[in-house]
C-alpha cells in the first residue's frame, strides 16, 4: 500500500475509540513503520528497499509486544488498552505492506519475504505502476470508508 496507511490508522483507532490515548496510540502505531522513509532517503540514499528495515519485520514488534504487554498490565494498567491498540495498528500496517509490497513474515528462520500481489512494473514510473493496478481500488477503498466515517462521526 502506498496511501493508506493513515487512512487505515484511523479504522483501527476507530476501533478501540474515538479520542484520547488509545486513539492516538493506535494512530502512531499505523504510521510508526513508515517512519524508516526518513533513514531510507535522508540517511541510507535509498540503498535497498525501506521494507527491509527492522521496523517492518513482524518478529520485531511480536517480540517487542511480548516485552511491553506485561510490563505493561504490572505497572500501569491503565495504559493496556493503549499498547494494545498500538501493537494491532501495527500489525494492520503490516498486513496492508503485504498486500503488493514485501514483508518479512518468517524472520529470521528466513530471509523470504511475502507478498499476495505483484505489481509488474508496465510504466515509466514505479507510483504510475500502483496507482494504475486494480490493487489500488483497495486503497481508495480504505480512504472511503474512512472519509465516511470520519465525516459522518459524531462531535466529541
Do not use: Q
Amino acid at each position: 500500500m502506498i496511501t493508506a496507511h493513515l487512512p487505515a490508522a484511523y479504522l483501527t483507532a476507530r476501533a478501540f475509540a474515538r479520542s484520547g490515548p488509545v486513539f492516538w496510540a493506535a494512530m502512531l502505531g499505523g504510521l510508526l513503520p513508515d517512519l524508516d522513509l526518513i533513514w531510507f532517503y535522508l540517511i541510507d540514499g535509498r540503498a535497498f528497499h525501506h521494507h527491509h528495515y527492522w521496523v517492518h519485520i513482524p518478529t520485531f514488534w511480536a517480540a517487542f509486544a511480548l516485552i511491553v504487554l506485561p510490563l505493561t498490565a504490572w505497572r500501569c494498567s491503565h495504559w493496556v488498552r493503549p499498547t494494545l491498540a498500538f501493537f494491532a495498528a501495527i500489525l494492520v500496517h503490516l498486513l496492508l505492506d503485504t498486500v503488493a509490497g514485501d514483508i518479512k513474515w518468517l524472520w529470521p528462520a528466513s530471509d523470504r519475504f511475502f507478498h499476495l500481489v505483484t505489481v509488474p512494473a508496465a510504466h515509466s514510473h514505479w507510483i504510475l505502476n500502483f496507482i494504475l493496478h486494480p490493487v489500488f481500488l483497495a486503497e481508495l477503498g480504505i480512504w472511503a470508508t474512512a472519509l465516511f466515517l470520519l465525516l459522518r462521526r459524531s462531535p466529541t
